[in-house]
């Protein structure tokens, strides 16, 4: 499964760009751990591209054409021992496996929610 599609990535909004939404900010993206109980609900990201031989984060729609796209930088509410905010990268969620050996899934049902309707789905789940 692709963790990050080319849809998904055109429409995340960069990072800090819900900056002060608290609650309200929209989670455009749920991973999770099939076999693990852990679940990364992502509301930014940029890619990290290189330029100047130096790695940076920046906008999708700032893409240049001879941008390479190295990784993904995320933001969002990890819910794992416990629920906090963070960044997280992509490769090292591909990275990941469970307890039972498998890999980080995308929540291919998920509609856009708030962060309040995470928590909620947090803790109805414990």
């Not at 455009?28 to 990201?45: A, L, M, N, Q, S």
């Not at 940029?46 to 054409?65: A, F, H, N, S």
């Not at 490769?91 to 962060?115: F, H, Q, W």
Request: one cysteine or more; charged letters at 30%.
């Amino acid at each position: 499964m692709k963790l990050l599609t080319l849809e998904a990535q055109k429409s995340l909004p960069p990072l800090y760009a819900q900056d002060g939404k608290g609650d309200e900010a929209i989670v455009h993206i749920k991973f999770f751990t099939p076999d693990g109980g852990w679940t990364w609900y992502v509301t930014e990201g940029c890619p990290i591209v290189t330029r100047d031989g130096q790695q940076m984060e920046v906008p999708y729609k700032d893409l240049e054409p001879e941008d390479k796209i190295d990784d993904w930088m995320f933001f969002g509410l990890v819910d794992g021992f416990e629920a906090e905010f963070g960044n997280f990268v992509l490769s090292e969620l591909r990275a990941v496996r469970g307890k039972m050996g498998l890999p980080i899934e995308r929540d291919m049902y998920y509609s856009n929610k708030t962060i309040a309707d995470a928590r909620n789905d947090i803790s109805s789940a414990r």
